[in-house]
């Protein structure tokens, strides 16, 4: 019984230390969000949307950022194989965000994420799979708008 008690103890102690963080989270953001204005791809702005409604009623603002979101996404035929058939795309998705302070320009910085995928047999499986690349490539994009907002000086 003492032996169980030592090691649940022991591996309480090891599990609490270990200085685990959650790397994408925004902690105490000090800007507001006021207005965002959208322009291009609406599918990669309708998850843009949804990062910014983090930062839209934050108590503890201090700053106040108006935002332009540029976005688009470039799928491209990178090879074709004898006979004419796509083989292989590149997708890539850019976005362009100018950050706005008192109607002045503070910051603009643009996020690019491009990936090489080869073509499927299934129509209905390549256009699921698409879909399945932008969601990864937006996420990344929202890890990096996310970091470059909390570095604004």
């Known amino acids: 019984m003492k032996t169980i008690n030592v090691i649940l103890i022991l591996c309480l102690m ?3 230390s270990c200085g685990y963080k959650i790397i994408n989270k925004i902690d ?3 800007f ?3 207005s965002i204005e959208y322009r291009g791809d609406s599918k990669i702005n309708k998850k843009l949307n949804l990062f910014f ?7 503890d603002a201090s700053r106040f950022f108006n ?3 540029k976005s688009q996404s470039i799928k491209q035929v990178t090879s074709k194989d004898v006979s004419g058939k796509e083989s292989s795309f590149s997708l890539e998705i850019i976005v362009t965000i100018d950050v ?5 320009l503070i910051n603009n910085f643009s ?3 491009k990936v090489n995928y080869n073509n499927l047999d299934s129509q209905f499986e390549l256009k699921q799979y ?3 690349l932008i969601d990864d490539l937006v996420s990344q994009i929202l890890i990096d708008i996310g970091t470059n907002l909390s570095n604004i000086k």
């Open 14 to 16: 090891i599990t609490s």
């Open 28 to 30: 105490n953001s000090k």
């Open 32 to 34: 507001e969000i006021i």
């Open 53 to 59: 409604e983090r930062f839209l009623n934050n108590d």
């Open 67 to 69: 935002i332009i979101s």
């Open 100 to 104: 706005y302070e008192n109607e002045k």
């Open 111 to 113: 996020i690019n994420r």
């Open 130 to 132: 698409e879909k399945n």
